[in-house]
């Protein structure tokens, strides 16, 4: 099945500066990769996800990197804001409405 | 956009008692239902899958005659947890697809805690 890895576990970012969470994934299958963004106790909502047949996606302040012969990815988040403290969760699969496999979680702070 | 509602929120019982958790997709039709469970600052991890009409497939190392799963019609999906223990303290947390316009949709979530 899939595996898929997280880093790191927290990240701390002065307010204003960039933040990057970094995947790997093992299954060659899968062509689906979306992150999430969960507050405390609430659900994991959906920030931006790409597929395999795309290296790049841009949505504002918040970008998404695909390395498919690598199998990596990142997530890119420019000019911080409080509101971006949370736990980022990064998923792979083989499509958008097929099983997940999540990453390990990413503890983002952002100090103001 | 698509709406997956969640009850309950939060639920206490007693160890050896039974709870029942209910998933509904209320704007659109829920063909799959993943049901995860996130144990406190860890990751979600995938419990269950189940499609509209047939049984459950279980991920590896969850006991289906403790956590069943109940996907009867195109819009409720139910996770019964029986004859809880404390280990079975957690959050669990729903998802649904219907598999053509809409992705993964999650429930609110429901924090167990058995006493």
């Known amino acids: 099945g899939e595996n898929v890895e997280q880093h790191p576990s927290t990240l701390s970012v002065q307010e204003g500066d960039s933040a990057v969470i970094k995947c790997t994934y093992s299954?060659?299958?899968?062509?689906?990769f979306p992150w999430y963004k969960q507050e405390l106790g609430k659900r994991p909502q959906l920030i931006i996800d790409i597929r395999s047949n795309v290296g790049e996606k841009k949505d504002q302040r918040i970008a998404v990197t695909l390395n498919k012969t690598a199998k990596h990815f990142s997530l890119h988040i420019t000019e911080t804001q409080p509101e971006d403290s949370a736990v980022y969760f990064c998923?792979?699969?083989?499509?958008?409405?097929?099983?997940?496999?999540f990453g390990t979680g990413t503890r983002l702070t952002i100090i103001p | 956009g698509a709406v997956v509602s969640q009850h309950p929120s939060r639920v206490i019982c007693k160890s050896g008692t039974s709870v029942k958790i209910e998933c509904r997709s209320l704007?659109?039709?829920?063909?799959?239902m993943f049901w995860y469970r996130q144990f406190p600052k860890k990751s979600l991890m995938l419990m269950a899958t189940?499609?509209?009409?047939?049984?459950?497939?279980?991920e590896q190392g969850v006991e289906k005659d403790k956590f069943l799963i109940n996907h009867a019609s195109l819009t409720l999906s139910t996770l019964t947890v029986t004859s809880a223990h404390p280990e079975d303290s957690s959050f669990y947390i729903c998802?649904?697809?219907?598999?053509?316009?809409?992705?993964?949709?999650f429930g609110s979530g429901t924090r167990l805690t058995v006493v």
């Open positions: 299954d060659s299958a899968s062509n689906y």
């Open positions: 998923a792979a699969g083989p499509a958008r409405n097929e099983k997940l496999t």
């Open positions: 189940s499609n509209e009409g047939s049984k459950a497939t279980y």
């Open positions: 704007d659109f039709q829920a063909t799959t």
């Open positions: 998802s649904a697809t219907d598999r053509t316009n809409y992705g993964y949709t």
